[in-house]
């Protein structure tokens, strides 16, 4: 299965020059570069016997059928938008593999219907909500999204799109995005759980007045309030992280300044906060301390903060069967066993509101993630191959 391992890395590579930005992958929800992963993976889909359509979300959805029988369709998926200057195989791997697992399939003439879906949508970038793909799936769309726009002015439309209530259930393939397997010189894990994550705008308002004529003890500087609440951010997650709430993880990713120009003193900054940990309680108890941080440091210089949450993602638990599953085709394969807790949110924590959902990680060298550097192994490529045409014998053979 070398070649076809390698074939799927050639695959993933080739998607990534399909791109909003010449020289770098940047692909985002609905733009140009997605039709022509669409067209793409069209070709594919239909060299395999399988009927294709894009939802009403741009979801693309192709289902192979057996002739030989089988009723429930096992769902495969993963995304294909990125983050701006991405990797080549977060999200895309994923679906890639799914195709060849059903090349598998087909070879091994299982009773067994896949249908496979490539979202539309996962990273959130466009319109600042990630998951409007697997949300449309899942069948918990929140119709108030509708209103969204993006940066252009551009609003969302969408219709239903919810899959087969029926199916066996949902796997996505995915690289981890950590260190964790490279560390113990893993192949491959199986996830069981998934972090649970808030997200939280904040808005530092001072007042913007000259650089050369405002005495320091006057100033009332947002940005000077923010670096110091950012500061308390990376101080006291990892003090914590380290001591008594291992896997928490806070990280400040995007700030904006206003009016930004070298000789103002900064009136307005917008700040982003991300908050994750596999305990819905702890998440939930931390970022309440944050944005108290946050007014803390404000209130030190006279700036007024405000914030609004845009995000709270329950933790959520994988299928205990289908992991199962996976688990002994794992074994089988003679891979040893590992499983892991995802801190990084995915498509299956959507989908498991839905279907019996599952996931298997493959190792990511030198934990690089959403950056050109991302990779993966060959070998590791070639262990999943073989762990999923076990997978799928083993779930065709349970519906005789």
Not at 187 to 194: C, D, K, P, Y
Request: with cysteine.
């Amino acid at each position: 299965m070398k070649d076809r391992a390698q074939w799927i890395i050639n695959e993933c590579c080739l998607l990534a020059t399909m791109t909003e930005e010449p020289g770098r992958t940047t692909r985002r929800f609905l733009t140009p570069p997605v039709h022509d992963v669409h067209a793409h993976l069209r070709q594919h889909m239909i060299a395999l016997g399988m009927d294709v359509r894009v939802d009403a979300v741009g979801n693309m959805r192709g289902l192979w059928t057996p002739t030989n029988g089988g009723s429930r369709r096992l769902i495969l998926g993963s995304h294909i938008d990125t983050v701006p200057d991405a990797g080549a195989f977060d999200g895309v791997l994923g679906v890639v593999m799914a195709l060849e697992w059903v090349r598998l399939a087909r070879e091994d003439s299982l009773a067994l219907p896949i249908e496979v879906i490539a979202f539309s949508d996962e990273e959130g970038v466009r319109f600042e909500v990630p998951f409007l793909g697997s949300r449309a799936a899942a069948g918990i769309f929140d119709q108030s999204l509708l209103a969204l726009e993006d940066k252009n002015g551009i609003p969302l439309t969408i219709s239903e799109c919810v899959v087969d209530p029926s199916a066996r259930g949902f796997v996505e393939i995915h690289i981890e995005q950590g260190p964790v397997l490279e560390s113990e010189q893993l192949h491959l894990a199986v996830v069981f759980a998934i972090a649970g994550q808030t997200r939280v705008n904040l808005r530092f308002t001072g007042q913007s007045n000259h650089a050369g004529t405002t005495p320091m003890h006057s100033r009332h500087d947002a940005l000077a309030a923010a670096a110091e609440w950012i500061s308390t951010v990376e101080s006291s997650v990892a003090q914590a992280a380290a001591s008594d709430t291992p896997g928490l993880v806070a990280t400040v990713g995007k700030i904006a300044t206003q009016p930004n120009a070298g000789n103002v003193i900064p009136g307005v900054v917008d700040a982003s906060l991300d908050v994750r940990h596999p305990s819905n309680h702890i998440r939930k108890s931390w970022t309440t301390q944050l944005v108290n941080d946050a007014r803390v440091a404000a209130q030190k210089r006279g700036v007024v903060m405000e914030s609004a949450e845009t995000l709270n993602e329950a933790a959520v638990e994988m299928d205990p069967y289908l992991s199962l599953d996976l688990k002994l085709a794992v074994e089988a394969e003679g891979i040893p066993v590992k499983t892991i807790v995802s801190g990084a949110g995915h498509d299956a924590m959507v989908m498991a509101r839905r279907l019996p959902s599952a996931m298997l990680f493959l190792r990511s060298p030198g934990g690089i993630s959403h950056h050109p550097a991302e990779t993966v192994l060959v070998e590791d490529v070639e262990a999943a191959l073989r762990v999923g045409r076990r997978f799928l014998a083993g779930l065709a053979k349970q519906s005789q």
